[in-house]
């Protein structure tokens, strides 16, 4: 696709129900990013998959989350029994292989996660 | 570990004027790159500029320019003649450790240009 494309754009979901969060990284990008956003917060680096290498999990927060990326593209992140503080934007990135270039990632327009 | 640190929580800046936002960085690795992201209001995150460990000039693109000062270890975004569409949160960050593309970010900076 000609951007990255995140869904759904906003979810709400009451505490203790589980989550998935779904990123369809640009044709092509073999590295896909995971990251959270709280409110009025940085990017806290969440799951970070590189080609077929196992993927690079320490940002995660807890044994909640977990995500996994099908056949080197889409992405899918589960929070299982959410909770009030996962409450944030959820945002994917993606990039081309090799050397991350000069220009960086190319984010999607994230996910906001609201827990009630 | 990679650490950044943006200690500015929020900036004004007169329209047209030039502003300076604080960024330091610690690492180990001896290549590494910094780049700048701004996120305005909408929430999409726009690259801005890149500066690599090696690159002997400071990085320059349109109005923006970035003050690398590797001895002190930081990277400082410049915004010359600063316009109301420049108002946003802008985040400092770097690629983690060496071989590994993932960025860490600093806390950001929001931005307010005032008419």
């Known amino acids: 696709g000609a951007g990255v494309s995140q869904s759904p754009s906003n979810k709400v979901t009451e505490k203790g129900k589980d989550v998935e969060l779904r990123c369809d990284p640009i044709s092509g990008h073999t590295a896909l990013y995971w990251y959270r956003q709280s409110l009025g917060q940085g990017l806290e680096f969440l799951i970070y998959?590189?080609?077929?290498?196992?993927?690079?999990k320490s940002g995660l927060p807890s044994d909640r989350f977990s995500a996994e990326r099908t056949g080197g593209s889409v992405s899918t992140l589960t929070i299982q029994r959410t909770q009030q503080e996962d409450s944030a934007v959820y945002l994917c990135?993606?990039?081309?292989?090799?050397?991350?270039?000069?220009?960086?990632?190319?984010f999607g327009s994230g996910t906001r996660l609201t827990v009630v | 570990a990679q650490k950044i640190t943006q200690t500015q929580p929020g900036m004004f800046v007169q329209e047209k004027e030039a502003v300076t936002l604080d960024c330091t960085y610690d690492?180990?690795?001896?290549?590494?790159?910094l780049f700048w992201y701004k996120q305005p209001s909408s929430g999409e995150m726009i690259f801005l500029i890149y500066?690599?460990?090696?690159?002997?000039q400071n990085a320059t693109e349109g109005r923006y320019s970035l003050n690398f000062q590797k001895a002190r270890k930081s990277a400082n975004l410049v915004i010359s003649a600063s316009q109301l569409g420049d108002s946003a949160m802008y985040f400092c960050a770097m690629r983690g450790r060496a071989g590994a593309n993932n960025l860490f970010f600093g806390t950001g900076t929001r931005l307010t240009v005032i008419p």
């Open positions: 690492t180990s690795d001896q290549s590494y790159g």
């Open positions: 998959f590189q080609g077929n290498s196992a993927p690079d």
């Open positions: 990135a993606s990039s081309p292989p090799g050397r991350l270039r000069a220009d960086g990632y190319t």
């Open positions: 500066q690599g460990s090696y690159d002997e």
